[in-house]
């Protein structure tokens, strides 16, 4: 849900090589008090309980054990508590190698007290072998937020999550011992993200960033009940539901030479084409389990940093119309067709910040006008110009940057001058996800 924080690096005069990065850490509130009755039972026997309408959520092939239409409707109430201890967390300075302490309190309970989870379902007995019902549940949600100062603030401050999940089933009962059943999972969800930003100076008062968005996904759910009393199986099964969201990213309060950044813009827009084979493919196989698998993100990061960051241009003319800064003025749409993707790499555990990057390359012929033109780009970066991928290499530079500069020298050794960018046989991947890196290849 955040924005993808990507940068642009000059390496040669024929390529552009870019990154984008998501955060390598993420959370969610799953809420499993979808039934008065099932919570008091603490889940047990939900699939066979069918004792009212809440069991649809559980199993709608129940139904087939209520007579008539039956209506219910149940609220409750959470208190739950949080507290945070500060063991010395430290936050980067843009821009420089160097560390700060975050300092701030402990951001108190982040939870309301209480948390209301409403649910409630109909069912009605349509033949002797048919019923029909409808569900409503707030599968999971909640908030979660933490007082100003806190000194985890720059990894969030607050995190509302709400969805409905609308679920019409049928119910057929096979036999006098078997019954089948099925719904359509309609979910509606909201959310709203925001988290402190820090400036160049650890005395300034902190930026602010904001993701809002909402979506509305389709899924489904199936289930069985044999009943041989006093014997009683069930079984049930839910499928995955995706949410793409859409809304806006707002940054303010960026002082100095960060102030540039500051906006409210789309959090979606439009593409002029996709990442070609195999780099989508690549990019999908390297997510984290659970992970959404929207790659195209990672793409449209790195040519919205890119716009932002040096005012270079990758896209095309026509289609709908791109909010972002550049591209808006020019008339383009960004096009990820131009990207190859060359290297992914998670930080180190024990960073101040980690990150889940991804670093593309393009041919400069694919940016659109003067690539000697860096009079759009923002304030955060200074003295941009082309630099020899040699002499990049000569540079002081992070220790990931010179790995993946040195990767995409092998990459384009002996190329001659005009021929189309190679694509690599495998992605190498520093992978940090925990305490033994490992150096794999995605193939």
């Known amino acids: 849900m955040t924005k993808p924080l990507t940068f642009g690096l000059r390496a040669l005069p024929a390529l552009a090589i870019l990154c984008s990065a998501n955060p390598a850490f993420a959370g969610a509130f799953l809420i499993q008090e979808q039934s008065a009755k099932e919570t008091g039972r603490a889940l047990s026997g939900a699939a066979v309980a069918a004792d009212g309408p809440a069991s649809i959520y559980f199993n709608p092939a129940s139904m087939t054990k209520l007579d008539g239409v039956q209506v219910e409707a149940a609220s409750q109430f959470l208190f739950l508590t949080a507290s945070q201890e500060d063991q010395g967390s430290t936050r980067g300075v843009p821009g420089l190698p160097v560390s700060v302490p975050t300092g701030g309190s402990n951001g108190g309970n982040p939870f309301p007290q209480p948390l209301l989870v409403p649910s409630g379902a109909i069912s009605a007995q349509l033949s002797d072998n048919v019923w029909a019902g409808l569900a409503v549940n707030a599968p999971f949600g909640l908030i979660a937020q933490y007082d100003d100062d806190f000194f ?40 709203e993200l925001t988290n402190a930003v820090p400036n160049l100076s650890p005395t300034a008062p902190d930026g602010f960033a904001r993701v809002k968005g909402d979506d509305i996904s389709i899924g489904w759910n199936a289930g069985i009940m044999v009943d041989f009393a006093p014997v009683r199986i069930g079984a049930h099964y839910r499928s995955q539901v995706k949410q793409n969201l859409e809304g806006t990213f707002e940054l303010s309060g960026l002082l100095g030479p960060l102030a540039g950044n500051n906006a409210t813009v789309d959090a979606t827009a439009p593409l002029a084409g996709t990442l070609t084979a195999p780099h989508a493919t690549r990019l999908a196989a390297g997510l984290r389990e659970g992970a959404p698998c929207d790659v195209h993100a990672f793409a449209a990061a790195a040519l919205r940093e890119l716009a932002e960051e ?132 995605i193939a």
Do not use: M
């Open 152 to 191: 985890g603030r720059y990894d969030t401050l607050r995190a509302d999550v709400f969805t409905l999940n609308v679920q019409p089933s049928l119910a057929v009962k096979i036999g006098d011992n078997v019954s089948v059943g099925a719904g359509i999972d309609v979910q509606y969800i909201d959310v």
């Open 310 to 441: 040096t005012g270079l241009l990758i896209g095309r003319q026509g289609g709908a119309a791109c909010p972002w800064p550049g591209y808006a003025e020019a008339g383009l749409l960004p096009d990820p067709s131009a990207l190859i993707y060359v290297f992914r790499a998670i930080t180190p555990p024990g960073r101040p910040r980690r990150f889940d990057a991804r670093f593309f390359v393009a041919d400069a012929a694919e940016i659109a006008g003067d690539p000697d033109d860096f009079s759009r780009a923002c304030d955060e970066l200074s003295h941009l110009h082309w630099v020899p991928l040699a002499k990049a290499r000569a540079l002081n530079l992070p220790f990931i940057t010179e790995v993946v500069l040195a990767e995409l020298a092998q990459l384009v050794r002996n190329l001659p001058p005009g021929s189309a960018l190679p694509v690599p046989g495998t992605v190498p991947f520093f992978d940090n996800r925990d305490h033994r890196p490992r150096f794999v290849q």
